[in-house]
């Protein structure tokens, strides 16, 4: 089993920002595409973006609108999800996943965190 532990969710104000760590073990982290995703309430899981398992790619939802910025440093297991110039609806829990390939979906993704809170509001 692949275990992940996100954190960094906090409350913001309005164009402030955050990075949200992810945290991997139980697998060879680097073999994995890491994704992101987020699910405001009352709204289905949506996709943030993802990143190879080497770092040399990277795909975002056109959301995002270059704001955040997927990285990850694999000597540490960890997944990074940088978000800058935050937005009210970016309000959200999100969640850090693992998969075997460049999925847009959720069910594209084998393992997941449980989540952690960002609220933006002034």
């Known amino acids: 089993q692949m275990q992940l532990v996100e954190s960094g969710g906090r409350l913001v104000e309005p164009g402030g920002s955050l990075r949200l760590s992810c945290a991997a073990s139980g697998r060879i982290f680097s073999n994995y595409y890491m994704g992101w995703f987020r699910q405001a309430p009352g709204k289905e899981r949506e996709f943030v973006g993802y990143i190879s398992g080497s770092g040399f790619s990277e795909s975002y939802a056109g959301f995002v609108k270059s704001r955040f910025i997927i990285s990850r440093d694999n000597a540490m297991n960890t997944a990074y999800l940088q978000m800058n110039n935050l937005k009210l609806e970016d309000t959200a829990i999100y969640y850090c996943?693992?998969?075997?390939?460049?999925?847009?979906?959720?069910?594209?993704?084998?393992?997941w965190g449980q989540g952690t809170q960002v609220t933006v509001s002034s």
């Open positions: 996943a693992a998969g075997q390939a460049a999925g847009i979906e959720p069910a594209e993704y084998e393992y």
